[in-house]
């Protein structure tokens, strides 16, 4: 059967994860229907569910006032450890050794403050060139900020791949370059740009060769990939819920730190009441015991109401689980590309990496026509009910996200793309 709907609406009635569709709500097109939404990799679309957390905080407040910190299903004091199981499987770790709290940025800047201390023969922070720019400018800010200059401190290796993708043997010789000057590598789980996955592994255990610490961005990877943070013996990691895992705009983050750092006494950081030992929080002494794990890096008590739909889609997660997201993720890649390469055939450059261990669940499209002709290819896109991302200069984003995404959808997406490049 080679006809693409034929087999698309077959795969689509095969699907173990067709049902989950339905527990979103997907922006509407103008025309009222529901969009087909690729932009997940950006702001994912809400869980109906998200509603009904919103408004267990609220009816919690209106009817408890302060007691909701004791009392209710799911009392504020200890909110945020009602997510630390479900984000230890999203990431490949214990419930000890992640936490929810502020957001991807803050977090980055929280973790640096106890793994980047900078000696004068250990002083340099590795990480990708052209990477998300918040990442390089708290980078930059932290070499500054401790008397350094990024001209010699801040490494960035460039892409010398196929299609501009970065090679793990460019990462590593970077590292031994740097050797016993490395102080920290910063490198993404999932690069926001071309979508590629990076060998977690690999990078960790070159890192820890020359004696640096390594943390990664999973901004692009959490509820994309599956992920092993503590058996790839990651030191620490940060990310954002509001893309793949579609906690709502501005969701509150996430932090992981190894369970090998999670106790040490020798670790300076900056500390807030959230951060103290649990049991004597509320004895309000002054001075600061850190609680064990990732939760003793909290500052404050948390934003419930930013918090709350984070937990209905944990939960569609918990069920759906990552490893089926993964393979459904591969099975709409090779459509959409083979879709794209019969329809829109030399008009369009995948920069994606293809082979299905470095690619995420994004397809960065360039149109070769040229940077105008793409921005135009991207409008009509929208127009017509496919929404993606445009990423200057010249790169247009398409994520089909498994939990929402049907095959059918590709097939018409890829149409779609071929229509709007049809006109110049
Ligand atoms: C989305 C993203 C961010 C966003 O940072 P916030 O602090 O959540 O605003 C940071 N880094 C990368 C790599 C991203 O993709």
Same mark, same amino acid.
Not at 9 to 21: E, G, H, S, T, V
Not at 279 to 308: C, E, K, V, Y
Not at 386 to 399: C, F, M, N, S
């Given at each position: 059967? #080679?006809?693409?709907?034929?087999?698309?609406?077959?795969?689509?009635?095969?699907?173990?994860?067709?049902?989950?569709?339905?527990?979103?709500?997907?922006?509407? #097109? !103008?025309?009222?229907?529901?969009?087909?939404?690729?932009?997940?990799?950006?702001?994912?679309?809400?869980?109906?569910?998200?509603?009904?957390?919103?408004?267990?905080?609220?009816?919690?407040?209106?009817?408890?006032?302060?007691?909701?910190?004791?009392? @209710?299903?799911?009392?504020?004091?200890?909110?945020?450890?009602?997510?630390?199981?479900?984000? @230890?499987? $999203? *990431?490949?770790?214990?419930?000890?050794?992640? *936490?929810?709290?502020?957001?991807?940025?803050?977090?980055?800047?929280?973790?640096?403050?106890?793994?980047?201390?900078?000696? %004068?023969?250990?002083?340099?922070?590795?990480?990708?060139?052209?990477?998300?720019?918040?990442?390089?400018?708290?980078?930059?800010?932290?070499?500054?900020?401790?008397?350094?200059?990024?001209?010699?401190? $801040?490494?960035?290796?460039?892409?010398?791949?196929?299609?501009?993708?970065?090679?793990?043997?460019?990462?590593?010789?970077?590292?031994?370059?740097?050797?016993?000057?490395?102080?920290?590598?910063?490198?993404?789980?999932?690069?926001?740009?071309?979508?590629?996955?990076?060998?977690?592994?690999?990078?960790?255990?070159?890192?820890?060769?020359?004696?640096?610490?390594?943390?990664?961005?999973?901004?692009?990877?959490?509820?994309?990939?599956?992920?092993?943070?503590?058996?790839?013996?990651?030191?620490?990691?940060?990310?954002?819920?509001?893309?793949?895992?579609?906690?709502?705009?501005?969701?509150? @983050?996430?932090?992981?730190?190894?369970?090998?750092?999670?106790?040490? #006494?020798?670790?300076?950081?900056?500390?807030?009441?959230?951060?103290?030992?649990?049991?004597?929080?509320?004895?309000?002494?002054?001075?600061?015991?850190?609680?064990?794990?990732? %939760? @003793?890096?909290?500052?404050?008590?948390?934003?419930?109401?930013?918090?709350?739909?984070?937990?209905?889609? $944990?939960?569609?997660?918990?069920?759906?689980?990552?490893?089926?997201?993964?393979?459904?993720?591969?099975?709409?890649?090779?459509?959409?590309?083979?879709?794209?390469?019969?329809?829109?055939?030399?008009?369009?450059?995948?920069?994606?990496?293809?082979?299905?261990?470095?690619?995420?669940? !994004?397809?960065?499209?360039?149109?070769?026509?040229?940077?105008?002709?793409?921005?135009?290819?991207?409008?009509?896109?929208?127009?017509?009910? *496919?929404?993606? %991302?445009?990423?200057?200069?010249?790169?247009?984003?398409?994520?089909?996200?498994?939990?929402?995404?049907?095959?059918?959808? *590709?097939?018409?997406?890829?149409?779609?793309?071929?229509?709007?490049?049809?006109?110049?």
């Amino acid at each position: 059967m #080679t006809n693409p709907i034929a087999r698309a609406a077959q795969w689509d009635a095969q699907d173990p994860l067709a049902a989950f569709r339905d527990r979103f709500l997907l922006p509407l #097109t !103008q025309q009222g229907e529901p969009a087909i939404y690729l932009c997940g990799n950006s702001l994912g679309p809400m869980p109906k569910a998200a509603q009904d957390e919103v408004a267990e905080v609220l009816a919690s407040w209106s009817t408890r006032g302060v007691r909701g910190h004791h009392e @209710g299903e799911h009392p504020w004091l200890v909110y945020h450890e009602r997510f630390a199981p479900s984000l @230890g499987r $999203l *990431v490949g770790a214990s419930a000890q050794e992640v *936490v929810a709290m502020n957001t991807l940025t803050v977090n980055l800047h929280l973790l640096l403050a106890s793994f980047y201390r900078p000696t %004068d023969s250990r002083f340099r922070i590795l990480m990708e060139a052209g990477a998300f720019p918040s990442d390089r400018q708290a980078l930059a800010s932290q070499i500054e900020w401790h008397g350094y200059s990024p001209a010699d401190a $801040l490494i960035e290796v460039a892409p010398t791949g196929p299609k501009g993708a970065w090679k793990t043997d460019d990462f590593i010789v970077a590292m031994e370059t740097a050797g016993d000057t490395l102080a920290v590598v910063l490198l993404p789980g999932v690069q926001y740009r071309n979508g590629q996955v990076l060998d977690i592994a690999a990078l960790t255990a070159a890192a820890h060769r020359v004696g640096a610490t390594i943390g990664f961005d999973l901004a692009h990877a959490v509820g994309n990939i599956p992920l092993q943070l503590h058996a790839h013996d990651v030191d620490f990691a940060m990310w954002c819920h509001y893309k793949y895992v579609s906690g709502g705009p501005g969701a509150v @983050g996430g932090a992981f730190v190894h369970e090998r750092h999670g106790t040490r #006494t020798d670790l300076p950081r900056l500390a807030g009441w959230w951060g103290h030992e649990r049991s004597s929080r509320f004895q309000m002494g002054p001075n600061f015991q850190p609680t064990p794990g990732a %939760d @003793g890096w909290q500052l404050s008590n948390p934003p419930i109401l930013s918090l709350a739909p984070l937990a209905a889609s $944990l939960a569609i997660f918990d069920e759906a689980g990552m490893d089926r997201i993964r393979e459904k993720s591969h099975a709409l890649d090779r459509f959409a590309r083979e879709l794209i390469a019969l329809r829109c055939g030399e008009r369009i450059d995948i920069l994606t990496p293809i082979d299905a261990g470095s690619r995420g669940c !994004q397809l960065s499209l360039r149109v070769v026509a040229g940077r105008e002709h793409g921005r135009r290819v991207f409008e009509r896109l929208e127009a017509m009910g *496919v929404i993606g %991302d445009w990423r200057e200069p010249d790169v247009i984003r398409l994520a089909p996200m498994p939990l929402y995404t049907r095959f059918i959808d *590709v097939e018409r997406a890829t149409q779609c793309l071929a229509q709007a490049l049809e006109s110049p």
